[in-house]
């Protein structure tokens, strides 16, 4: 291990140490389900936390997502949504909070950097009974929770092994121990002999969780006014396609599945804001073909002037096996 990543563990071990032993962790009058990663984005957490909130709604239950809305500008506590729609632009909320108040119509979104403050500043407006959602929660000690939903990308489980920023990883594999469910995302992309053996390495450090694997399904075409088309249409088509998140190889390989022909690709930084400039570009690098990039890239170029013919992938997260059934069993009392 280098120096900064040697660094990097130390200072983890202590802030780790202080929330376990000092502090201690805050706890919500509330049920709190978390839901993170050990790696620097790419295992699918947003359509996971999305079809996780939308299960427990449809059990009948109450759910709010806490989230960090990481880059939004917003600092206090604050609700992106209430159920409507969001109440904040992407800039303000960040680019996967937007998003999910976006999508969550019905289920309150709350932003804050200190989730334990967001989530007394959210039961102040909601009822009793409600199930917080705790968004990249895996490493934010600070709230106290009744369950840690680890996943972990199967198409690229822990980079070269690493801490950041020598790798991906932002704990040591051994925090695996922490979780009370894994789920092995994207697990449909991978060899089966790949998924075995991120299976027998958690199995190592956490012998008793269950695991769970699940699939992130190209769903619809998503238009930037909300029109849908139907995944047929890019069936041997030539595409111009762009991405600003922390996998976009998986982005470009998921068009490739739907028959698309990606003529050109153009990454751009994770949780990249676009400007007017990049969008001129992308219309003449594109020409004349049709342009097809992520819903999380969509709502942070809305207001801008897009090209014509320009379309978002909208990813599901599906989830095999009772992982709902044995991750809502908290709210009674058997887990």
């Not at 990097?8 to 780790?16: A, D, E, F, K, V």
């Not at 932002?170 to 894994?182: G, W």
């Not at 909300?226 to 069936?235: F, H, I, S, Y």
């Amino acid at each position: 291990m280098g120096l900064l990543s040697a660094l990097y563990g130390m200072g983890l071990s202590c802030r780790r140490l202080c929330y376990s032993c000092l502090k201690k962790p805050e706890r919500l009058p509330a049920k709190v389900i978390s839901v993170g990663n050990l790696t620097l984005g790419g295992t699918g957490k947003t359509p996971a936390v999305i079809a996780i909130a939308l299960e427990a709604e449809k059990r009948g239950l109450k759910p709010c997502v806490l989230t960090r809305g990481y880059r939004g500008r917003t600092r206090e506590p604050c609700f992106v949504g209430k159920g409507g729609g969001p109440l904040l632009n992407a800039r303000s909320a960040g680019d996967e909070a937007f998003l999910m108040a976006e999508t969550l119509r019905g289920i309150p979104v709350v932003k804050g950097r200190d989730r334990y403050k967001a989530g007394l500043f959210a039961l102040k407006d909601l009822r009793p009974g409600t199930l917080f959602i705790l968004d990249d929660g895996f490493q934010h000690w600070r709230l106290g929770r009744d369950s840690d939903v680890l996943l972990i990308d199967a198409t690229n489980p822990f980079g070269n092994g690493r801490l950041f920023p020598e790798g991906i990883l932002r704990e040591p594999l051994s925090s695996i121990k922490r979780a009370d469910f894994i789920v092995i995302t994207k697990a449909d992309m991978a060899a089966a002999e790949t998924v075995a053996g991120i299976r027998r390495k958690v199995r190592r450090y956490n012998p008793g969780a269950p695991v769970f694997e699940a699939s992130h399904k190209p769903a619809v075409l998503v238009s930037p006014s909300g029109e849908t088309a139907g995944l047929d249409t890019l069936r041997g088509r030539e595409i111009y396609a762009f991405a600003g998140i922390a996998n976009p190889s998986y982005f470009r390989s998921l068009l490739i599945s739907q028959g698309a022909r990606v003529v050109k690709f153009r990454k751009f930084g994770d949780h990249y804001f676009y400007r007017q400039k990049d969008m001129d570009e992308i219309k003449n690098d594109a020409g004349g073909l049709g342009i097809i990039t992520t819903e999380k890239d969509l709502v942070k170029i809305r207001e801008l002037r897009i090209p014509d013919r320009m379309f978002a992938l909208r990813i599901e997260f599906s989830v095999a096996g009772d992982f709902y059934s044995d991750l809502f069993s908290i709210m009674d009392g058997r887990h």
